[in-house]
């Protein structure tokens, strides 16, 4: 079974840049749907971006053009590049797997992104 471990997350000031990543263990990452999710304080949790197995990608529309989803699945580790980060993206953001054989989900334990100035 693949377990989640999410990095990379912090304090940015608006306009700045983050780079998440999630690792994930296991040797059959590559056969995972993967996804970024964000929960804010008081608020449910909400789809970020997607990538596919075979690389296909989905954003909500709030991160469209700002936020990229890229996986390396040599290193079994899904990236999620945000730029021109905004006060608005301040949230924990949690790693999600998913294996549509058998309908597994999993998520990592999340990190904190704080927009802040």
């Known amino acids: 079974q693949v377990q989640l471990v999410e990095s990379g997350g912090g304090l940015v000031q608006p306009g700045g840049s983050l780079r998440l990543s999630c690792a994930a263990s296991?040797?059959?990452?590559?056969?995972?749907?993967m996804g970024w999710y964000r929960q804010a304080p008081g608020k449910q949790r909400d789809m970020v971006a997607t990538?596919?197995?075979?690389?296909?990608?989905n954003y909500a529309d709030p991160v469209k053009g700002r936020f990229t989803i890229s996986r390396d699945n040599a290193k079994n580790t899904v990236y999620l590049q945000m730029n021109s980060l905004k006060p608005e993206d301040t949230a924990v953001y949690y790693c999600?797997?998913?294996?549509?054989?058998?309908?597994?989900?999993?998520w990592g334990q999340g990190t904190q992104v704080t927009v802040s100035s």
């Open positions: 296991g040797s059959i990452f590559r056969l995972y749907a």
């Open positions: 990538i596919s197995i075979g690389g296909s990608t």
């Open positions: 999600n797997a998913y294996y549509s054989v058998t309908r597994l989900t999993l």
